[in-house]
């Protein structure tokens, strides 16, 4: 799931930042992936679905007591659940919307960058994306250090310490690239979603 998320935010979604063409040739790649439905079930959904549900549990059997013990590891063991909370529903929301409401992407390719523009044009929508995808830096780069953190491999307060910056500056470079990559699109005169337009922009003839 981690290398999903930096291929995601830091590769597929960074190319908006080169305009619709350049975000329409990396979906139309990623569209002719062979077993595209079977990659994406098996290497995406399944696992994200996993460890949702098993987070929740985790969740459910622990307890913060952020108000009794408001230590800054208490604080973090929160914010890893909450943030996790809100990345679960945004990731279905996100998936419903773009994957498989509406014009399917990977057989319009072209336009890919205008139906993101459509979905971003709300500015609640636009909101709850900001939020999707800080927590997701955030929960990925925390997660990565109560990871090393608890199986050894960080031993050590200073080690652990040091490790902790390294992380904070993966969550600082997966939230700027991801907002650049939304600021593209919510920059960009909008795109069209079908016909001849669409055509173009996967192409690249845009005149």
Not at 129 to 152: E, M, N, P
Not at 157 to 168: H, P
Not at 173 to 196: D, K, W, Y
Not at 200 to 207: M, N, P
Request: aromatic share 18%.
């Amino acid at each position: 799931m981690g290398a999903f998320l930096i291929e995601h935010i830091l590769i597929s979604n960074a190319t908006a930042i080169n305009g619709p063409s350049a975000y329409a040739r990396q979906v139309k790649f990623l569209g002719s992936l062979p077993l595209v439905l079977t990659l994406e079930a098996l290497g995406i959904w399944l696992p994200i679905a996993f460890h949702g549900i098993y987070g929740f549990y985790i969740w459910y059997r622990g307890d913060t007591n952020l108000v009794s013990y408001p230590w800054q590891g208490n604080w973090m063991y929160g914010l890893q659940r909450w943030t996790g909370a809100v990345i679960f529903a945004y990731i279905g929301w996100h998936v419903w919307h773009l994957r498989f409401a509406g014009i399917d992407l990977h057989q319009h390719p072209g336009a890919s960058f205008g139906k993101v523009q459509m979905e971003l044009a709300n500015p609640w929508f636009l909101a709850f994306y900001i939020a999707g995808l800080l927590c997701a830096a955030w929960h990925f780069a925390y997660g990565i250090w109560l990871f090393f953190a608890k199986w050894g491999i960080t031993v050590g307060e200073r080690a652990r310490q040091k490790f902790l910056f390294v992380c904070m500056a993966l969550f600082l470079l997966i939230s700027i690239v991801g907002l650049l990559s939304l600021r593209s699109f919510v920059a960009h005169p909008q795109q069209p979603i079908s016909g001849a337009g669409a055509q173009a922009i996967e192409t690249g003839d845009i005149r």
